[in-house]
């Protein structure tokens, strides 16, 4: 059997697997094994089809298909819980429109107008800031389902899960944090650069 190139391997490889980054999926994980390969291939399978790729992730846990599926179903379930509480509770949990009866600081003080008057001028020169990278990029990536994810420069969330292994929930709530490296808003949307978040994953173990 021909071995296949390194571009072979790692486009067959996509189709034929998934990672799981275990140290962001699970916090309290403290075994040597960082990713979770789900594939119906065996280890000797892998090894042999794909020497090149599979030694990035060695060690690793082997998962079945139908483990995976277990763990993808757990994630849908906590992103639709989360979805679901933040419409439905605010921050410190009770039910809109009584919170200020237990928590009086919530009370609004007086607002400078001059401040808020800066601070909404700053607000809207980042917001064009964003908006202007986010037109030029989507011009660089107006062909972006020709390019293997893994050399694409801005990923959705679901395609930034795919490539990295880290969890969809996972990654909304590091890119729901104040100064995330790697994630950038436009509206309700959030583009994922690829690099920056290779770069987080190699200096952050865990979260």
Known sequence: MTKLTLTEQEELFAKDCKLINLRYEYTNYTGKEKWAVV???????LRKKYPDIIKRYTPFVLLSMAQGEVINEADRNDD???KRAKRTLDVYGYED???????????????????????ERLEIER?????????????LTSKTNEIPIWERQWLTIEEASEY???????????????????????GNKIHIIRE?????????NRI
């Open 39 to 45: 594939t119906e291939l065996t280890e000797k399978e």
């Open 80 to 82: 639709k819980y989360e």
């Open 97 to 119: 429109d009584i919170s200020e009866q237990f928590h009086r600081e919530l009370i609004t003080p007086f607002a400078d107008p001059f401040e808020q008057a800066e601070e």
């Open 127 to 139: 917001e064009q800031l964003r908006r202007t990278e986010i037109a030029n990029q989507e011009k």
């Open 164 to 186: 990295s292994g880290i969890a969809r929930r996972k990654l909304r709530e590091l890119s729901n944090t104040s100064g995330c490296p790697f994630a950038i808003w436009m």
């Open 196 to 204: 920056k978040l290779d770069r987080y994953t190699e200096t952050h």
